[in-house]
């Protein structure tokens, strides 16, 4: 295949993933706010703003879903994760 091309559609993938993510975001915004109480939307939008790069607002809600049982042990393990990408990013 032409390379050129190669590189459009790597670029549009990574443009659609990322617009896809941001509304997906969006949606578990408004969500959490219609239920302030449910822990794993909290979890699930933590995992968004993760997977966007958004650590610093993924941490807080990592933090307050850990009340919940069901998502204590992963919500902990993305904590790390947050504290190694922030840490690896002002250390290098």
Not at 49 to 78: K, M, S, W
Not at 81 to 88: E, G, I, L, N, T
């Amino acid at each position: 295949g032409d390379w050129s091309s190669d590189v459009c559609s790597s670029d549009l993938l990574k443009r659609a993933k990322i617009d896809h993510l941001n509304r997906e975001i969006g949606i578990l915004e408004e969500r959490m706010n219609e239920y302030p109480t449910e822990m794993r939307i909290r979890f699930q939008l933590a995992k968004g703003y993760y997977q966007a790069g958004r650590v610093d607002d993924a941490i807080p809600l990592f933090q307050q879903a850990q009340a919940d049982g069901r998502v204590r042990t992963e919500a902990r393990l993305f904590i790390g994760r947050c504290f190694q990408k922030a840490c690896h990013e002002v250390c290098m």
